[in-house]
């Protein structure tokens, strides 16, 4: 089993739409979590660090579910420019272990 | 956010040449980075974690002979392609771990830009 699965998608959405990620992880004991997106050619840049309450920036909102342990990404009243790779990245048994995901694709259509 | 860079940002080379690709944290201290390549549509795939004095982790697979890891300073890591062959050609992007130890914020892998390896 995977250390991290994501939905590959492509996610095709219109502009101002509502998109929602998921992400699953192995390991109970993780307790680092970020959405990262990754543009095409281009390196990932951290989108979020997700936090056990909840966190939201603008119009993304990230979220922690322990007990079933998932992360989620949700996008409100999406552009044109959301459109990119995310990544979904759970940090391992050691401080300097991490587990990408493979990436959800997102188009943004006019 | 922080600030890391890689450089150059791309190179090209004839096979059998070795190529020196550089990463800098510019805005903090990393002890340990980490060197990822990805081949056109496919995930990022780690290649070895580099530790400020020590050595390298390296992931299965991968060659610590052929790619040789140096990381001599805080701010620094050196990742060299040795003997590159076409089969290398590839984007390689490092990444360095921000540490918020007591801040109450996860610590936190910041990337640089890339290089981008084409070995004819």
């Known amino acids: 089993r995977k250390e991290v699965e994501q939905d590959p998608g492509p996610f095709n959405v219109p502009e101002g739409a509502t998109v929602a990620f998921n992400c699953t992880y192995s390991n109970s004991a993780s307790q680092s979590f970020f959405w990262y997106r990754q543009d095409c050619r281009k390196e990932p840049k951290l989108l979020m660090s997700?936090?056990?309450s909840g966190n939201e920036d603008g119009r993304f909102t990230a979220q922690l579910n322990r007990a079933s342990q998932y992360i989620s990404l949700l996008i409100r009243d999406s552009k044109l420019s959301d459109s990119a790779t995310y990544l979904c990245?759970?940090?391992?048994?050691?401080?300097?272990?991490?587990?990408f995901g493979t990436g959800t694709s997102l188009t943004v259509i006019p | 956010g922080a600030v890391v860079s890689q450089h150059p940002s791309r190179v090209i080379c004839k096979s059998g040449t070795s190529v020196k690709i550089e990463c800098r944290s510019l805005?903090?201290?990393?002890?340990?980075m980490f060197w990822y390549r990805q081949f056109p549509k496919q995930s990022l795939m780690l290649m070895a974690t580099s530790n400020e004095g020590s050595k390298a982790t390296y992931e299965q697979g991968v060659e610590k002979d052929k790619f040789l890891i140096n990381h001599a300073s805080l701010t620094l890591s050196t990742l060299t392609v040795t003997s590159a062959h076409p089969e290398d050609s590839s984007f390689y992007i490092c990444s360095a771990l921000r540490l918020f130890a007591g801040t109450g914020s996860t610590d936190t892998q910041y990337f640089g830009p890339g290089t981008r390896l084409t070995v004819l």
């Open positions: 990245v759970v940090n391992g048994d050691t401080g300097n272990q991490f587990y």
């Open positions: 997700v936090y056990s």
């Open positions: 805005d903090f201290q990393a002890t340990t």
